[in-house]
């Protein structure tokens, strides 16, 4: 296994300026919030208390990312475009396995991608390697270890799917999976 070669030095100056953006103007914030991520779309929005130990993430157009945003890792996160992201969300793009030949932790990498319309939840978790599908919407507390379809929504640890739906039909609204309704109309 190979070791990501990390400059914590780097890590601490990106920790700092996190920490120091929430007390800038908006001018000087919106120039330090591009220092921290590796590019952010036009209209989007990214509140205060984020903590990113990573430049490479990136933020599509249109998107709003409430307070607490935390980015971990070194492996590319990438924000689709009009995403929702609430308040205290967790994204995890590094694994962490104990090497069984020597007995010592390595790094690897685990990138994260959230596709375009998703909508995730207050305090979610994701872990490396997850992939978030387009107009998915991820609930509440979730901690989302593996891929979430496009149009599905998931809540519980780990998360689950409980609806899927095929396509945004006439008027914006979901059509529902044959199986999904199929399921709520044997339970009333």
Known sequence: MEKLNIDFTKVDDLHLLCKQIDLMNTEDREKALKKLFFSIG??????????????NASIGNN???????TVLG????????NVGISSGVTLIAIKHPQ????????????????????????????FP??????NAKVGAGAVVVKDV????????????????SKTIGEHGKSQLDDRYLAQTTQRD
Request: charged share 15%; glycine share 14%; proline share 9%.
């Open 63 to 69: 998107c709003f990312i409430n307070h607490n945003l």
């Open 99 to 126: 090497n069984p030949l020597y007995g010592e932790w390595v790094d690897l990498p685990g990138p994260i991608k959230i596709c375009d319309g998703a909508l995730i939840g207050a305090n979610v978790t994701i």
């Open 42 to 55: 036009e209209g989007s929005v990214i509140r205060r208390g984020i903590m990113v130990d990573t430049q």
């Open 129 to 134: 390697g997850v992939v978030i599908g387009e």
């Open 74 to 81: 070194f492996s590319p996160v990438v924000i689709g475009n």
């Open 149 to 164: 379809p496009p149009g599905a929504t998931v809540f519980g640890n780990p998360a689950r799917v409980i609806k899927t």
